[in-house]
């Protein structure tokens, strides 16, 4: 039987399924994976689990040649935190849990939208501090959604997914920005640059990768570029963000409100973005759903099936 290491507790039907095909190892902690904890793994186990904040770095294949684990199913869609060649130069598949994930995260996407356009975040606050002293026609006046102009960054699964919330529930006119031409079969204009389409929206959001290519793409420029009663929502990876940038942005006034999902330091915040009232933070809800992870994990157990059947995992990369 197959040694498997699962680097966070996941839904007790994944594990029941685990349990049953593999030798399973369940770390006892939420909190990622060490450097030693992940090198040691390598040469302990067949196969893992591994997850968002596993830092499995070129250095932490360095010193292997071609370690005992061969395969690395990532429960989740980003792999920001693997380096993908690094592995594979040592003889270590990966792969992902696409598709399982974009109905949710689009659905957190429309959340801070809405939620920082009707200031709702802040007006929870208001009512649970005691002191709100009831309604007035111009209490916590907001933006409207309906009809508005909604810009995306990336229109991938779940840019198209926030694309198709917002036109055809919202009547929003769509615009996105995309690194290569994108044909869709519903009304959306494609933008030529990251500038043009933040100076053109009334909500701007991010639902690109993380990685190289896409750190701090979204920064003082873009914010610069957004109108002051536009609203920005990040629901893709937090190092997409110049965070510092963002702060100076809410606190100047430079844009209405921000919406965040993630973080670039995760789980810490830039400093003075607590502080602020114009912004929406919520603990990285994007899938968190018990139907979601519950899929993602499936997804995780049947890429792991087909590798050591000596097929090929439906979500390798």
Not at 14 to 43: C, F, G, N, W
Not at 256 to 272: I, M, Q, W
């Amino acid at each position: 039987m197959k040694k498997i290491l699962i680097s966070r507790p996941l839904p007790a039907a994944v594990m029941e399924r685990a349990d049953a095909q593999y030798d399973i190892t369940l770390r006892d902690t939420a909190k990622p994976m060490t450097a030693a904890e992940m090198r040691s793994s390598l040469v302990l186990y067949d196969g893992m689990i591994p997850t968002l904040g596993d830092m499995f770095s070129a250095d932490i294949f360095a010193e292997f040649g071609r370690p005992k684990c061969k395969i690395l199913a990532n429960f989740g869609v980003g792999v920001n935190h693997i380096d993908i060649e690094a592995a594979r130069a040592h003889g270590v598949k990966v792969s992902n849990t696409p598709g399982a994930v974009t109905d949710a995260t689009a659905d957190i996407g429309m959340t801070l939208l809405l939620m920082s356009a009707r200031r709702a975040a802040e007006g929870e606050r208001l009512v649970r501090s005691g002191k709100w002293e009831g309604w007035n026609p111009t209490q916590m006046l907001g933006s409207h959604v309906s009809g508005k102009v909604i810009g995306i960054i990336g229109m991938g699964r779940i840019g198209q997914a926030i694309a198709r919330r917002a036109h055809f529930g919202f009547g929003m006119d769509v615009r996105f920005f995309n690194r290569s031409q994108k044909a869709l079969d519903f009304p959306a204009t494609q933008v030529d640059s990251l500038q043009e389409l933040a100076s053109s929206v009334d909500f701007l959001v991010t639902a690109t990768p993380g990685g190289a290519d896409t750190a701090q793409l979204i920064n003082a420029s873009v914010f610069t570029a957004m109108r002051p009663s536009a609203h920005f929502i990040n629901i893709s990876r937090g190092e997409v963000v110049d965070e510092a940038a963002l702060v100076l942005a809410l606190q100047n006034r430079d844009i209405a409100g921000a919406g965040l999902d993630v973080y670039e330091n995760e789980p810490k915040l830039t400093a003075g973005l607590a502080e602020l009232d114009n912004v929406t933070l919520l603990p990285h809800l994007g899938t968190n759903t018990e139907e979601v992870r519950t899929a993602m994990g499936m997804m995780t157990l049947d890429n792991l099936e087909a590798f050591f059947a000596g097929k090929t995992p439906p979500n390798l990369l």
